[in-house]
């Protein structure tokens, strides 16, 4: 693993997942090229099984704004730990909707054509938040800015950068990565990588 990846050590056990190892950066992975949505043209929709209503990045800036520490863990095996975020806690964030009580699934829509599914129950949980602020700076391009969501119990995959709708359905359907083999939900604690496992 070299000096970017270091194995965690028996004190982090409570904290880094089977099979991860600590990173010394924050890396970037992304399939695709980097979406690069201006402030001024970011919208955020919602849809389906909730009354429609599009957000601008001035309507999240008007929400209660929280601050976040958090660990984030990727399916490609590293974590980060202790990451500093800035955004809109997912529970806020709902007051501002009206979601049809027969929603139970989500799938997440992003600049760039990503998509990823999420439930309901993992979804509305405290700590699920739409990070705007990165270590106290606007969230680079890389790392999903201008928005992205932040889903600490999940692999990174079902954090999504560059989001910029929610669509809230009845049934599950699956986004891009679990299409292609991922695991549907991706606990990281039970090691759901891939689909099956």
């Known amino acids: 693993m070299g000096k970017f990846f270091n194995k965690p050590g028996p004190e982090l056990a409570d904290r880094v997942p089977p099979g991860q190892h600590l990173a010394s950066g924050f890396p970037v992975l992304t399939y695709g090229e980097t979406p690069q949505v201006s402030l001024e043209d970011w919208t955020f929709k919602v849809w389906g099984l909730a009354e429609p209503h599009t957000f601008t990045y001035q309507d999240f800036m008007a929400m209660p704004q929280s601050d976040f520490t958090a660990d984030f863990h990727c399916v490609t095996t590293w974590s980060k730990l202790d990451v500093q975020w800035t955004g809109v806690k997912v529970t806020d964030f709902l007051a501002q909707i009206k979601v049809a009580s027969e929603a139970a699934h ?52 079902k954090s999504a950068k560059w989001i910029n709708g929610l669509e809230f359905l009845e049934k599950e359907a699956l986004g891009f990565w679990e299409r292609n083999g991922y695991h549907r939900r991706g606990e990281p604690w039970a090691q759901e990588r891939y689909s099956g496992l």
């Open 106 to 157: 989500i799938m997440q829509h992003c600049y760039g054509g990503y998509t990823t599914n999420i439930s309901w129950e993992d979804f509305v949980r405290e700590e699920n938040f739409f990070a705007h602020k990165l270590f106290g700076d606007p969230l680079p391009a890389e790392h999903g800015g201008p928005m992205r969501l932040v889903v600490p119990h999940l692999y990174a995959w």
